[in-house]
């Protein structure tokens, strides 16, 4: 009786583990909107590989939807207008965030150049 008990445990434990894994597998999938087209087909921000085609890139990263995640892309390849997992989307508010760190890298990259 223990043992069917124990069973039936296991195979309740194991069914709710691959439901749980599904949902986060779906999570994975990440898409960022460019502002512009993108130069690159392929760019690595923050240990992961985005693929890109025309004005959307995609990648399955191993971290969160963060502005910090946003902006390493964002260095690599330009302004976004949406960043982030199907059901995990940055607000408008973290997007302007994650966009002023690339306009204030660039512009004082300009300024550098402009000196040398």
């Given amino acids: 009786m223990k043992l069917v008990s124990f069973t039936r445990s296991l195979v309740a434990a194991m069914v709710l583990s691959t439901a749980f894994v599904g949902v986060a597998q779906a999570r994975d999938l990440f898409t960022a909107q460019l502002q512009a087209p993108a130069q690159e087909s392929r760019v690595i921000a923050r240990s992961t590989l ?15 939807v963060s502005v910090s995640a946003c902006r ?43 000196q040398n």
């Fill in 50 to 64: 985005w693929t890109c085609e025309g004005d959307v890139c995609r990648a399955m990263p191993r971290h969160g």
């Fill in 72 to 114: 390493a892309l964002v260095r690599e390849i330009g302004p976004v207008t949406s960043y982030g997992a199907e059901d995990d989307q940055l607000s408008a508010a973290q997007i302007a965030e994650c966009n002023a760190s690339s306009s204030a890298a660039r512009a004082a990259a300009r300024a550098q150049q402009a």
